[in-house]
């Protein structure tokens, strides 16, 4: 997950150079719910998606249709290092979000220091860079993190027994037609190879492939913990900034890196009751 999410900060850097934000939506989920559509038709899953069809339609807006709107109007204006280290406000907003639910996650104190370890980690990292980052942009990134914590929480609880092709085909064949009639009249007249690769990594790899890992996480260890994965992505979306966009390598990254490493063991780490409990709603969720 690190990975797959660690580098759609440069390729959105790179595509929003020539595309609408708003054809970039489209461009990251319609291609993804084409993908997986086969793959729901093999597995017998169109009932599934027609039943929970409300909650599959909230997730997508949530987790795609309007983050990413904001994401990508962000960075044509600000860099990617500074769009990660916001992002990484995620697992905060997160625990937030879980104080809402039936059966809130438990935060015990080294959940608690591991948070606080990462987030430290990955100010350290951007070297504290807040410079030309306007506050419009800053905002629209917070937006961002709203979404990013409370798609997980659906996944987690609405749609737990929905099969993760389904859920992900659906949530972005909704997005992707909503978006259809303002990317009509939005379509650049042309379009390079190198938008259309970063689109093409975007789609593919970075949503359908992803999506269908990080539901498997959640399933596995709950939706505050598995936003965690935020810290290791901004270290590997800073890092991409440096090589590919020539951002500038700071000292926090040599310091910060290590502390995330820390902060997310500790985050992300169960004792042996805890580790049983997760384990047993996964095993569960399979049986079912």
Request: net charge positive; glycine share 12%.
């Amino acid at each position: 997950m690190a990975v797959l999410w660690g580098i759609p900060y440069l390729l959105i850097r790179v595509a929003v150079r020539q595309l609408d934000p708003g054809v970039l939506v489209l461009a990251r989920t319609g291609p993804a719910a084409l993908l997986l559509a086969p793959v729901v038709l093999h597995q017998r899953s169109w009932p599934a998606v027609g039943r929970h069809l409300k909650w599959i339609a909230i997730f997508g807006v949530v987790e795609f249709g309007v983050p990413w709107y904001f994401m990508s109007n962000a960075e044509q204006h600000i860099t990617s290092s500074l769009t990660s280290l916001i992002i990484c406000a995620v697992p905060l907003f997160s625990i937030l979000a879980s104080r809402f639910t039936r059966a809130p996650e438990a935060i015990g104190p080294r959940r608690a220091l591991g948070l606080a370890v990462g987030a430290a980690g990955v100010a350290l990292l951007v070297g504290l860079d807040l410079q030309g980052g306007n506050i419009r942009w800053i905002g629209y990134l917070l937006v961002v993190c709203v979404g990013y914590a409370t798609g997980p929480l659906i996944l987690g609880t609405k749609l737990r027994d929905v099969p993760g092709p389904a859920v992900v085909c659906g949530a972005t064949g909704i997005v992707a037609l909503c978006w259809l009639p303002y990317d009509l009249g939005h379509w650049p007249t042309r379009i390079s190879g190198e938008t259309w690769t970063s689109v093409a990594v975007l789609s593919v790899l970075c949503t359908a492939g992803a999506f269908l890992v990080f539901f498997e996480l959640v399933k596995e260890v709950g939706s505050s913990r598995s936003v965690v994965v935020v810290y290791s992505n901004t270290a590997l979306a800073v890092i991409l900034g440096v090589i590919g966009l020539h951002e500038p390598f700071t000292v926090g990254i040599a310091l910060g890196f290590p502390l995330i490493v820390v902060g997310s063991y500790l985050a992300t780490g169960v004792g042996r009751v805890g580790e049983h409990h997760v384990r047993g709603d996964a095993n569960l969720a399979v049986h079912e």
